[in-house]
């Protein structure tokens, strides 16, 4: 069964973009294999305001479909699917072959997945910023959740932290130790 990760980066305090979408304040650590993040992946599941800063921006991610979570948007262009109904049309899309997916952006789909038990892992890249405001990791009122981590890795050059989390089912004890995997450099 394909996993749903959520791979985000967000500030120290919690932010994946500034108060008006802005995501200026992330560094591009030339360490970070951005080509072997984008293979991990077939499918890009974002909400409807994701995918217009996705649009406005140029966003290009060859190889990788994406899918649009929005009751609002009434066609979306060639290559493009609409979701409208997230509790019945994620579980099969996990269920149908292929790659894992990225859960791309946006707190209010996270929190939304996050509550009906469909996101499996949540990657965050910790960048040594301080917004005080902006788009929130996770929207409020979401479902707490006991995380285990999985790995880490300290990016000496730009400071960034990557976290990678699986979430583990409410009730469900810890089933995979962490060893240290991913260590810092």
Known sequence: MRRIVYSVAASLDGFIAGPTGEYDWIPMDPDIDFAAL???????????????????????????????VSRTLESAPPGVSLI????????????????????WGGGDLFKSLLDLGLVDEVEVAVVPALL??????????????????????????????????????????????????????
């Open 38 to 68: 984008f293979a991990a992946y077939d499918t890009a599941l974002m909400g409807r305001r994701s995918y217009e800063v996705a649009v406005k921006t140029g966003w290009s991610m060859p190889g990788i479909t994406p899918l649009v």
């Open 84 to 103: 409208r109904d997230v509790a019945r049309e994620v579980p099969a899309l996990k269920a149908a072959p292929g790659k894992d997916i990225w859960l």
């Open 132 to 185: 005080s405001q902006g788009v929130a990791l996770l929207s409020p009122a979401a479902r707490r959740a006991t995380l285990e981590l999985m790995e880490h890795r300290l990016y000496p050059k730009s400071g960034i932290m990557m976290l990678r989390y699986a979430i583990r089912p409410p009730g469900a004890e810890a089933t995979m130790p962490y060893h240290g995997r991913g260590g810092l450099d």
